[in-house]
Each structure stands twice: as structure tokens, then as C-alpha cells.
């Protein structure tokens, strides 16, 4: 499958993700969980889990619980990559550490997969050479002083 014929809506990639992580951190994926982790009502789950089956993400059994399929595996794999670089990536421009989270989760949906490979780069740059992020944080304290004068 090519990245962007068949993209998923930003609400579907956040049950994608968080299905992806619980799997990957437990073994498996129950609505409750779901539910719970994107703080929505299971009835919600319930009917994203079945759209998300119709499309071929998953499987869904109502008693056996769901499965990622190879489609659903390979995004989920992207979207949370994509999750972790950018807190990579506002971690290394000096974001405060509190604010990285939420920052993510609002803008990860609305990048281009461009946009995500020259972060990318960008993320890269930086961690070559731990000089240039002490370089990255002069310049910034710099700016701090100015706007504080
Ligand atoms: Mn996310």
C-alpha cells in the first residue's frame, strides 16, 4: 500500500495509535482500554473499532477482541514513529517538558509526511552533535534576555 491513497481520518489515526501501543505494551487491545487511554465512551470505540474492521485495519470479534492486520500494523508502526519524533524534535528545540505531550497531539495529525522526514533530518542535525544543541540553547537564552529587557 502507498502512504496516502488510502489515509486514515486524524481521528481514526488516534485509535490506530493507541490500539498499535496497547498491543504492543500488553498483548492485546479491549474497548475499555481504548476507551479509557483516548478518554471517550466504549460506545464510541465500539463504533470506530467496526469502521476501522470494515476498512482493514483490524479484525474485530466481538468475544475474541481485535487484531491489527498488516495494513493496520504498518500505519500504526508510522503513526507512532511520528508521535515520537516529534517529541524528539520539541524536546531538542527546548520545548518545556510539560507542554510536549499536548503539543504533539496537536499538531501530529496536520503535518505532511514531508514535513516529518525533514524534522526528521532536522532531529538527526542535532543529536550528530550534542555541540549544536548547546549552540541551539545560547541563541535561545539570548532571545530570553532581550525579551526580558
Ligand atoms: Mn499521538
Given at each position: 500500500?502507498?502512504?496516502?491513497?488510502?489515509?486514515?481520518?486524524?481521528?481514526?489515526?488516534?485509535?490506530?495509535?493507541e490500539?498499535?501501543l496497547?498491543?504492543?505494551?500488553?498483548?492485546?487491545?479491549?474497548?475499555?482500554?481504548i476507551?479509557?487511554?483516548?478518554?471517550?465512551?466504549?460506545?464510541?470505540?465500539?463504533?470506530m473499532?467496526?469502521?476501522?474492521?470494515?476498512?482493514?485495519?483490524?479484525?474485530?470479534e466481538?468475544?475474541r477482541?481485535?487484531?491489527?492486520?498488516?495494513?493496520?500494523?504498518?500505519?500504526?508502526?508510522?503513526?507512532?514513529?511520528r508521535?515520537e519524533?516529534?517529541?524528539?524534535f520539541?524536546e531538542?528545540?527546548?520545548?518545556?517538558?510539560?507542554?510536549i505531550?499536548?503539543?504533539v497531539?496537536?499538531?501530529?495529525?496536520?503535518?505532511?509526511?514531508?514535513?516529518?522526514?525533514?524534522?526528521?533530518?532536522?532531529?538527526?542535525?542535532?543529536?550528530?552533535k550534542?555541540?549544536?544543541?548547546?549552540?541551539?540553547?545560547?541563541?535561545?537564552?539570548?532571545?530570553?534576555q532581550?525579551?526580558?529587557?
Amino acid at each position: 500500500m502507498k502512504w496516502g491513497d488510502d489515509m486514515p481520518t486524524p481521528t481514526m489515526e488516534d485509535y490506530i495509535e493507541e490500539i498499535y501501543l496497547l498491543i504492543d505494551l500488553k498483548g492485546y487491545a479491549r474497548v475499555s482500554d481504548i476507551a479509557e487511554e483516548l478518554d471517550v465512551h466504549p460506545s464510541s470505540v465500539t463504533k470506530m473499532v467496526q469502521k476501522l474492521d470494515k476498512d482493514d485495519y483490524l479484525i474485530y470479534e466481538k468475544y475474541r477482541g481485535l487484531v491489527l492486520t498488516d495494513k493496520g500494523k504498518k500505519i500504526g508502526e508510522r503513526l507512532v514513529f511520528r508521535h515520537e519524533l516529534l517529541e524528539r524534535f520539541l524536546e531538542v528545540i527546548g520545548v518545556d517538558p510539560d507542554k510536549i505531550y499536548d503539543d504533539v497531539e496537536g499538531i501530529e495529525h496536520h503535518l505532511s509526511w514531508n514535513s516529518i522526514d525533514r524534522i526528521g533530518d532536522l532531529v538527526a542535525y542535532f543529536k550528530e552533535k550534542e555541540q549544536r544543541v548547546d549552540d541551539l540553547r545560547n541563541v535561545q537564552k539570548k532571545n530570553e534576555q532581550i525579551k526580558h529587557t
